[in-house]
């Protein structure tokens, strides 16, 4: 990256999912989650009602999870101190322009319509829309950025990395966290557990969505970096009766039991600390790893500000920077699937 002798105005616009900043806003922050089509891919008429009747059922015991964590998510926070690290990544890059970094939730404040507005404000010469989510899915990615071109209304060249499974500094990140926690174990027996956020099965036979194949070729990059030879793939936070993708965690972490190994869990499609981090894989299946006998039991932390991990989303903004459209950052999607923003793009 270099600087340019005309100054640009550059938006930068992290993307997350969101999450509650209190118990009261527990609720709310579900209903708009399953009223998300992504999600829950119904008719309106029927997905509002059923959304209204999941976030009442599932209230309380979500807060006693958010309860945990002192009332609310994290996810904010966390995003933006990566927002602030960034930042100060690309002005050091680009001194001669204007180069700001705003968040957009998909589920929760600051959500996308508001964010949209303030880069309205700032009348930037370029958009470029950068997904927290390594790995693209339907139920992500695409929803975010969907939600983005239905609200934005202000001037500039808009450009968007659809994912970067692959990124060197993601993959680099990951291993020296990966490596703190192995070293940690010592000359014990242990498992790594690349543990991904789930999704149903129909996503990816029928609607041809890249999550999988992209989850399993982070997996490959960062067991190839560190010379793995114990390790498997699995999937948290199952809900409803669809079939997930497979194994899950709670069963990876019942195997290594059955296997007289511990267990080193890294939190493979999470970028920052949340519910799914600090409470599932922390308390709930810590606990199961007590109850099976899988010791040690060690979680790699998310990546949060690693500087490998910030200098890849730096990176990936620089590949940006001088397009529109949408692209990978790194290799993208392998297979020819129906759901790849990409697929049937020319290179």
Not at 41 to 56: D, E, N, Y
Not at 101 to 124: C, D, N, Q, S
Not at 301 to 323: H, K, Y
Request: proline share 8%; aromatic share 8%.
């Amino acid at each position: 990256m270099t600087d340019t002798a005309t100054p640009r105005r550059i938006a930068v616009v992290l993307m997350n999912l969101g999450g509650p900043d209190g118990q009261e806003s527990v609720r709310p922050f579900l209903f708009n989650l399953f009223n998300d089509p992504a999600i829950i891919g119904l008719p309106g008429i029927v997905r509002t009602p059923l959304a209204k009747f999941i976030s009442s059922k599932r209230e309380e015991e979500a807060k006693a999870n958010y309860a945990m964590m002192g009332g609310g998510s994290p996810l904010l926070p966390e995003t933006e101190k990566q927002a602030a690290a960034l930042t100060d990544r690309l002005r050091r890059d680009w001194p001669g322009d204007d180069v700001r970094v705003f968040i957009a939730m998909r589920y929760w404040h600051p959500l996308t319509p508001e964010t949209a507005k303030a880069v309205e404000a700032f009348g930037p010469d370029q958009v470029v829309l950068l997904p927290l989510y390594p790995q693209f899915s339907t139920t992500t990615s695409q929803s975010s950025l969907k939600a983005w071109r239905e609200h934005y209304r202000g001037p500039g060249r808009i450009s968007a990395v659809c994912c970067y499974p692959e990124a060197t500094g993601w993959i680099e990140a990951q291993a020296a966290l990966i490596t703190e926690q192995l070293e940690k174990a010592g000359d014990k027996p242990v498992r790594v557990l690349f543990s991904a956020h789930g999704i149903p099965e129909t996503l990816v036979h029928r609607k041809g969505d890249p999550y999988q194949e992209q989850v399993e070729r982070t997996v490959f990059a960062v067991v190839q970096r560190l010379g793995l030879k114990d390790w498997t793939i699995c999937y948290q936070s199952r809900v409803g009766p669809l079939k997930w993708l497979g194994p899950s965690t709670p069963e990876a972490i019942e195997q290594a039991g059955l296997d007289g190994v511990g267990a080193v869990v890294v939190p493979i499609a999470f970028v920052s600390e949340h519910v799914e981090t600090l409470v599932e894989l922390d308390e709930e299946y810590g606990h199961l790893a007590e109850e099976k006998g899988v010791a040690p039991y060690l979680r790699v932390p998310a990546v949060g500000v690693a500087d490998d991990f910030i200098e890849a989303l730096a990176e990936a903004v620089g590949s940006a920077v001088d397009r529109s459209g949408i692209a990978p950052y790194g290799p993208g999607c392998q297979g020819d699937w129906k759901a790849c923003p990409c697929r049937g793009v020319a290179p």
